[in-house]
């Protein structure tokens, strides 16, 4: 089971979320990624893909988006393992395509 962590960005987005949609999220957080994860390849319903244009130090891992509604995005990044042998995710944004928006961290 892969295990979480969470930037202060995501919990504010998160807040920010109507209840129906953080149980969207949640829903396919729980159904969809984290089995995704697991088994280390993604279902093309999630189009989980590299997101364009994040300046990232040399080695580090690329910031990766997930589609969970139609305008329901979240970014997030593999992260070292806290678990041995279990992958470890960091939710970086949540939201609709305004996560995008570079804005203050």
Known sequence: ????????????DFKKLLPEEKARFQEAVRDKFVPDVVRGRFRPGL????????PLPAGARPVMEMTWA???R?????????????????WRRVGGHEI??????
């Open 47 to 54: 189009r989980v893909k590299p997101v364009q244009r994040v």
């Open 1 to 12: 089971m892969p295990t979480f962590e969470t930037t202060a960005r995501f919990d504010r």
């Open 74 to 90: 979240a970014t997030w990044q593999y992260a070292d393992e806290i678990r041995a042998g279990e992958p470890h995710v960091i």
């Open 70 to 72: 139609p305008d329901g």
């Open 100 to 105: 995008f928006d570079p804005g203050p961290a």
